[in-house]
């Protein structure tokens, strides 16, 4: 089975710019939950989609926005970019729920913002 | 603020030694995974315990739920170069789908 895969892996913008990740998830998996990592912050919480609904998200601005399409796969979009957004993102899909599953991370995304 | 601080922030170690690390939480959780990161890389799941359970193996990890101190163990026993990753607790609160990562554990095993 393929894994999560995640496009594009590099990608460098700048100030005010905005971009789009996208993230596949794994055959049959229909949740995809999104994180950003940096190394001040660490690993962090940006939001889930479970069959196209956002079940939950973490305490991000409103700049970061995202969606699920029918087929599970997501994207998530960053408009006004700013240098604080250079990060690694990172996706993750799962079994739908019914009980505490394990996440299958991509390889993520990784943003420079100049 | 992180729901997960983990200690020690770096450990190194040499080949075939023991390696623990902790994670330390703030509220009730559903669940606590571990993953492990390489190199910047994407993470990979290591073991699931749930609130129920006080202690879980899976080949050279082991790793011990204790839910009165909100704090979890990971144990990888007689360690190998290849084990060089950074480690991360996670925790779910009640089931809401919404993972919280601890600050993670640098580990460096020397050959």
């Known amino acids: 089975k393929a894994g999560v895969t995640q496009t594009p892996r590099y990608l460098i913008k700048t100030r005010g710019q905005q971009v789009t990740l996208s993230c596949s998830p794994i055959?049959?998996?229909?949740?995809v939950s999104w994180y950003q990592q940096t190394p001040g912050q660490g690993l962090q919480f940006l939001f889930e989609?479970?069959?196209?609904?956002?079940?939950n998200k973490g305490n991000f601005p409103g700049r970061f926005s995202g969606r699920q399409f029918s087929n599970s796969r997501s994207e998530m979009n960053v408009s006004t970019l700013e240098l604080g957004d250079s990060a690694l993102y990172l996706c993750?899909?799962?079994?739908?729920?019914?009980?505490?599953?394990?996440?299958?991370f991509g390889p993520g995304t990784r943003l420079t913002v100049l | 603020s992180q729901q997960g601080e983990e200690d020690p922030q770096a450990l190194s170690i040499q080949e075939g030694e023991n390696a623990t690390m902790n994670c330390s939480y703030k509220?009730?959780?559903?669940?606590l995974q571990w993953y492990r990161q390489n190199s910047g890389r994407g993470l990979v799941h290591l073991i699931l315990?749930?609130?129920?359970?006080r202690e879980k193996h899976s080949g050279r990890l082991r790793v011990t739920l204790d839910t009165s101190k909100k704090s979890s163990s990971l144990l990888i026993t007689a360690s190998r170069a290849a084990d060089t990753a950074s480690y991360f607790c996670?925790?779910?609160?009640?089931?809401?789908?919404?993972?919280?990562f601890g600050t993670g554990t640098r580990l460096k095993v020397l050959a």
């Open positions: 993750a899909s799962s079994l739908p729920a019914g009980g505490p599953n394990e996440q299958f």
């Open positions: 315990i749930r609130s129920n359970e």
């Open positions: 996670a925790t779910d609160t009640s089931g809401t789908y919404k993972y919280i």
């Open positions: 989609y479970f069959s196209e609904t956002q079940r």
């Open positions: 509220t009730s959780i559903n669940n």
């Open positions: 055959s049959g998996h229909r949740s």
